[in-house]
């Protein structure tokens, strides 16, 4: 998979998250997970964005980082929602739950890759 299929891909990701947290019932306590999961799911597509503008490749890894733990934060919002049976399309969140796992492990992946490419870049951890 190359830098644009994964820009679509992250993007793809939050589109479908928004949709799936439009059919949520409306109440304060999801109106908490909603907005955290919003935040973690649409700042995937878009630090991954940003990543792929990155100056240097320190500065790729960086950014990268960030989308890893986005994409992590998004997997536990999602996790959060199943094990509380909140009332939703359970096909839909069994989706996204897969795709935010698979995205931590691309982007975990790739930024151990980095790290072993350029040692030098272990100093930002």
């Not at 304060?28 to 240097?56: E, H, M, P, W």
Request: positive net charge; aromatic residues 10%; proline residues 1%.
């Amino acid at each position: 998979m190359n830098k644009e299929d994964l820009k679509k891909r992250t993007k793809a990701f939050a589109v479908r998250v928004f949709k799936f947290l439009m059919t949520l019932e409306k109440n304060k306590a999801n109106d908490v997970i909603t907005y955290q999961l919003f935040k973690s799911s649409f700042s995937v597509a878009a630090n991954y964005r940003a990543a792929c503008r990155g100056k240097s490749s320190a500065d790729f890894l960086n950014k990268l980082k960030v989308v890893d733990e986005e994409a992590d934060e998004s997997s536990f919002w999602l996790e959060f929602i199943n094990e509380l049976e909140i009332k939703c399309n359970k096909d839909e969140l069994n989706f996204l739950l897969k795709e935010a796992d698979e995205l931590v492990a691309i982007f975990s992946a790739a930024i151990k890759t980095l790290k072993a490419k350029n040692p030098k870049s272990l100093i930002l951890n």
